[in-house]
């Protein structure tokens, strides 16, 4: 789980900086798309909706910062970086407002920007995960459990089953329910119990409670 999974968009006019960054990210990331100025910047973010988005702040035809703001309006949630000079301080409280995690000032180095990009990461993966024990963290875009630094692949049955497990939280998940969520509504009662146990052999044995004749629920040791 990390930055090899994730695409970002980058978005520099100045060609030499882009080179040198574009080289540090097709090492780190599954995908980098970069975008010359705040227009194509747009373009690429709706075609591709990244996972990161590192912009600098001064481009031609739009600035990143008012780029940033037009995907502000549906989108909350992107980790973004913003690229700034030094003598640009009234334009870090308005790139603040836009909600950014990180901003670097000009020129960077690769440490500095490794270290943005990590908590951009860790960002992305507390919103896109579970805690299901003390050991156990659940990736439901992923369809996998990690145990610790071990990661464990899901079924498409067995994710839907933890799934709705997880909905539930604390409270019973009955067999119907089950049924009608994992199965379509055309399972059985056998049918979950056997799934339940190709789960527990994953999660273990004590993770799933069994509320005998009614339905299971997740028993969190947090």
Same mark, same amino acid.
């Given at each position: 789980?990390?930055?090899?999974?994730?695409?970002?968009?980058?978005?520099?006019?100045?060609?030499?900086?882009?080179?040198?960054?574009?080289?540090?990210?097709?090492?780190?990331?599954?995908?980098?798309?970069?975008?010359?100025? @705040?227009?194509?910047?747009?373009?690429?973010?709706e075609k591709h909706?990244?996972?990161?988005?590192?912009?600098?702040?001064?481009?031609?035809?739009?600035?990143?910062l008012e780029?940033?703001?037009?995907?502000?309006?549906?989108?909350?949630?992107?980790?973004?970086?913003?690229?700034?000079?030094?003598?640009?301080?009234?334009?870090?409280?308005?790139?603040?407002?836009?909600?950014?995690?990180?901003?670097?000032?000009?020129?960077?180095?690769?440490?500095?920007?490794?270290?943005?990009?990590?908590?951009?990461?860790?960002?992305?993966?507390?919103?896109?995960?579970?805690?299901?024990?003390?050991?156990?963290?659940?990736?439901?875009?992923?369809?996998?459990?990690?145990?610790?630094?071990?990661?464990?692949?899901?079924?498409?049955?067995?994710?839907?089953?933890?799934?709705?497990?997880?909905?539930?939280?604390?409270?019973?998940?009955?067999?119907?329910?089950?049924?009608?969520?994992?199965?379509? @509504?055309?399972?059985?009662?056998?049918?979950?119990?056997?799934?339940?146990?190709?789960?527990?052999?994953?999660?273990?044995?004590?993770?799933?409670?069994?509320?005998?004749?009614?339905?299971?629920?997740?028993?969190?040791?947090?």
């Amino acid at each position: 789980m990390g930055l090899e999974e994730l695409d970002v968009l980058y978005a520099e006019d100045e060609e030499d900086v882009a080179c040198h960054v574009i080289d540090v990210l097709e090492l780190c990331f599954k995908n980098v798309y970069h975008a010359k100025d @705040g227009l194509e910047l747009l373009e690429l973010y709706e075609k591709h909706k990244p996972d990161i988005l590192l912009l600098d702040v001064n481009m031609p035809r739009l600035s990143g910062l008012e780029a940033l703001r037009r995907i502000r309006a549906s989108d909350l949630t992107t980790p973004a970086v913003m690229l700034t000079a030094k003598n640009e301080q009234e334009t870090l409280l308005l790139a603040v407002e836009q909600f950014i995690t990180k901003y670097i000032i000009k020129p960077f180095d690769k440490d500095t920007l490794m270290q943005a990009l990590k908590i951009c990461d860790t960002q992305i993966q507390k919103s896109k995960s579970v805690k299901i024990s003390s050991n156990l963290t659940f990736y439901p875009q992923k369809s996998c459990i990690v145990n610790q630094d071990e990661s464990i692949n899901l079924s498409k049955k067995e994710l839907l089953m933890l799934e709705i497990l997880v909905k539930n939280g604390s409270n019973i998940s009955s067999y119907q329910e089950i049924i009608n969520y994992v199965y379509d @509504g055309d399972g059985s009662d056998n049918a979950v119990k056997i799934l339940i146990k190709d789960l527990r052999k994953k999660l273990g044995s004590q993770t799933i409670k069994n509320i005998s004749g009614i339905g299971y629920r997740l028993e969190k040791d947090l």
